[in-house]
């Protein structure tokens, strides 16, 4: 070996490289961890049009008809659970489980006061529903005319992955029926029947919850949601579930 | 001259000391209360028909001079819980010269009507409406230590002073506070905030409720799976 000449060869150590080199394997690093990481733990899409469509999908752009959908006005919520009681007799819910409930909440408010905010809580039949993508028998999945998101019990083999997947902690496992149970607007109770409205929202003496088809632009769920200056939120949008349970103080 | 002023001096220090040292003294001894002669020296308490209601036997007897014959047996019993049976104990028969408003016409001693708080205490515990919703708070300490208002801005023209009356009306319901009845006649938007506006300032909800009630946090059909 001609040792000599071993110095006057070009180094092959990294702080040679051009930088460009180097970002572009960094660049590969970077992409890799985030396919692996599923996307949403460590994105490197851009999120800019997530953001600013906002919770309410744009006119036009429901993919259901009729897009059930139900808006929860929060603020007159007053937590008496009439809607309860009807949900439990409407569909036999037992005394461990629920199809929907109320949630509590205490913030500090001016003169060293405290409000309590009620939130009604239940199935909000996302339009990209984890519990769906979960289900290992197909024992739920989204009505593809109504977007509702529906169970068949024969299939259920009760593993309970829906309820660990679902951000709404909506789903309880039956134990009469040995399947999981949860909202579905009382299509099989009271729609499929011809009525309009589920139990709960015939309940609701205050007015909270109104249910409709988005799609309808005369439907008062559709003119709550499109009401010029009103705020809308949804619970847990960072799950990019898409739900159909909207939340305002309109 | 000087002397003069010297010995007023002194005269004046002697005096105050004989003063404070005069309201250090015991003061006379009280007399000793007779429950034979004046009756039963613990306050009667009575809880029906409303809750609460005081008569002291010694402001009567003892300090107002009164016989035991004044009372008994023409308007009360003494048989302890007598008048609390009766069907006609109420403001209004005491309004018409029965019980108390034998003597308490106005003229006599104050007006049954007047004075409520000398016999009625308060009920220090919030009032809870569970109809025709499940549940509706009331604290009397708010709206009368916190706001200066008296027993009779509400009672009885807007509340009668009997526990779970209001409950009993079918025109308890918010369409009749939005119509100025019940607390609407002060919850209107401009005496108090409009009985439209902060709902959960009184309902308090099942979760509230059994809060209260002193129940486990998840009731059946609860919040947890």
């Known amino acids: 070996m001609k040792i000599n000449e071993l110095a006057n060869l070009k180094a092959e150590s990294p702080d040679t490289l051009p930088s460009a080199e180097r970002r572009n394997f960094l660049k590969i690093g970077l992409a890799v961890t985030g396919v692996y990481l599923g996307g949403t733990v460590l994105s490197l899409t851009s999120v800019v049009d997530a953001l600013a469509e906002g919770p309410v999908p744009t006119a036009g752009k429901y993919p259901y008809s009729p897009h059930y959908t139900m808006v929860l006005r929060e603020h007159l919520c007053i937590d008496c659970e009439l809607c309860k009681e009807a949900c439990v007799k409407t569909n036999n819910v037992p005394s461990y ?6 949630l509590e909440r205490r913030r500090d408010i001016v003169g060293g006061e405290k409000e309590t905010i009620f939130m009604p809580v239940l199935c909000n039949q996302c339009n ?21 998101v529906v169970m068949k019990n024969s299939r259920c083999i009760g593993c309970k992955t829906c309820m660990a997947a679902c951000p709404y902690n909506a789903r309880y496992f039956n134990e009469e029926t040995r399947a999981v149970d949860k909202c579905d607007f009382c299509w099989e109770s009271r729609l499929s029947k011809g009525e309009t409205n589920p139990a709960c929202v015939e309940a609701c003496p205050a007015d909270v919850r109104v249910f409709g088809d988005l799609a309808d632009h005369n439907s008062r769920v559709f003119q709550l949601l499109h009401t010029p200056g009103s705020i809308v939120w949804v619970l847990r949008p960072e799950t990019g579930a898409i739900p159909n349970v909207f939340y305002t103080n309109a | 001259m000087k002397k003069i002023v010297a010995i007023g001096f002194v005269g004046a220090i002697l005096f105050s000391y004989l003063l404070i040292s005069a309201a250090d003294q015991p003061a006379v001894e009280q007399e000793p209360y007779d429950e034979d002669a004046y009756g039963p020296e613990a306050l009667i308490i009575w809880n029906e028909p409303v809750k609460g209601v005081f008569f002291s036997h010694q402001l009567h007897t003892m300090e107002m001079g009164l016989d035991c014959e004044s009372c008994h047996d023409d308007l009360f019993e003494m048989e302890a819980g007598a008048a609390e049976g009766q069907d006609d104990f109420t403001m209004a028969a005491m309004g018409d010269g029965m019980y108390c408003g034998a003597c308490h016409d106005g003229s006599m001693a104050f007006d049954v009507n007047s004075q409520c708080a000398s016999c009625h205490q308060q009920p220090e515990d919030a009032i809870v409406w ?8 009331f604290e009397h300490t708010t709206h009368s230590e916190d706001m200066g208002l008296d027993c009779e801005s509400c009672h009885d023209d807007l509340f009668t002073m009997q526990a779970g009356a209001a409950e009993q009306a079918d025109d308890f319901v918010m369409a009749s506070l939005y119509d100025g009845l019940y607390c609407g006649a002060c919850h209107d938007g401009s005496t108090a905030f409009a009985s439209d506006t902060r709902c959960t300032t009184c309902h308090i909800g099942v979760r509230g409720y059994a809060r209260l009630m002193g129940e486990a946090e998840t009731p059946a059909h609860g919040a947890g799976h």
């Not at chain 1, 489980?97 to 109320?102: K, S």
Request: net charge positive; with cysteine; proline share 11%.
């Open chain 1, 97 to 102: 489980g629920y199809r929907t409930t109320i």
């Open chain 1, 128 to 148: 990209r529903p984890p519990c769906v993508r979960v289900c290992p028998t197909t024992a739920t999945w989204k009505d593809e005319k109504t977007g509702i």
């Open chain 2, 130 to 137: 569970t109809k025709p919703v499940k549940a509706v708070i």
